[in-house]
């Protein structure tokens, strides 16, 4: 019979639910309800100092309704050609998302651009920003043809480092380019990963 923790230790940690990865390449394809729980996620980073600013969206605090006509452009735009919606979900619920872009200009077909990685507050911790970037990268490669990508980062949240133990290179940077706030200048950290 198994014994019982002795009183006042820590409670055994529960399991963590498996990371899925849904991709998503069309409008119709979008299940009800999920371009709420995109928005709702959104929001809830961004008030949570998430980098995640995009056309549209105010600087925070964010609230979903506010973050909904962005979510509704985006989904729109989805095509299996040049823009696809990455989600992990984890025990059901939306945990995170990016989004997967190409320009089907001839000089730059062969690479896409990551916008908008994003991990829920409540699911940080559980490798759902890996599992988005691990996949995002099979996608491209296997399923867009892609070669190489390229995504921009705010410096000064440890995006760049995060993204350097995933294989992505700084190729550049616009200092002082993102002003978060009056006297809080970031700098635009570029990146890529060959595929």
Same mark, same amino acid.
């Given at each position: 019979?198994?014994?019982?923790?002795?009183?006042?230790? &820590?409670?055994?940690? +529960?399991p963590?639910?498996? #990371?899925?990865?849904? *991709?998503?390449?069309r409008?119709? /394809?979008? @299940?009800?309800?999920? !371009?709420? *729980?995109?928005?709702?996620?959104?929001?809830?980073?961004?008030?949570?100092? $998430?980098?995640? %600013?995009?056309? /549209?969206?105010?600087?925070?605090?964010?609230?979903?309704?506010?973050?909904?006509?962005?979510?509704?452009?985006?989904? =729109?735009?989805?095509?299996?050609? !040049?823009?696809r919606?990455?989600?992990? =979900?984890?025990?059901?619920?939306?945990?995170?998302?990016?989004?997967?872009?190409?320009? &089907?200009?001839?000089? %730059?077909?062969?690479?896409? #651009?990551?916008n908008?990685? *994003?991990?829920? @507050?409540?699911?940080?911790? =559980? $490798? %759902? $920003?890996?599992?988005?970037?691990?996949?995002?990268?099979?996608?491209?490669?296997? /399923?867009?043809?892609?070669?190489?990508? +390229?995504?921009?980062?705010?410096? $000064?949240c440890?995006?760049?480092?995060?993204?350097?133990?995933?294989?992505?290179?700084?190729?550049? =940077?616009?200092p002082?380019?993102?002003?978060?706030?009056?006297?809080?200048?970031?700098d635009?950290?570029?990146?890529?990963?060959?595929?």
């Open positions: 019979m198994p014994s019982s923790p002795p009183p006042g230790s &820590p409670a055994p940690a +529960q963590v639910p498996p #990371v899925e990865l849904v *991709q998503l390449t409008p119709e /394809g979008v @299940p009800p309800g999920l !371009r709420a *729980q995109l928005a709702d996620c959104w929001a809830a980073v961004v008030n949570a100092g $998430g980098a995640v %600013i995009a056309p /549209g969206l105010p600087m925070p605090p964010v609230r979903p309704a506010d973050a909904a006509p962005v979510v509704e452009r985006l989904v =729109r735009g989805l095509d299996p050609v !040049r823009s919606l990455l989600v992990a =979900r984890s025990g059901g619920a939306p945990a995170g998302w990016l989004v997967l872009h190409r320009d &089907p200009h001839p000089l %730059i077909a062969h690479c896409g #651009v990551v908008h990685v *994003q991990t829920h @507050p409540r699911f940080r911790g =559980r $490798g %759902i $920003g890996t599992a988005l970037m691990t996949g995002v990268a099979a996608v491209a490669r296997d /399923g867009m043809g892609l070669e190489r990508l +390229q995504l921009s980062a705010r410096s $000064g440890g995006l760049e480092d995060f993204y350097r133990r995933l294989g992505w290179v700084e190729v550049g =940077r616009w002082g380019a993102l002003r978060v706030a009056p006297g809080d200048d970031r635009d950290v570029l990146m890529g990963l060959a595929l």
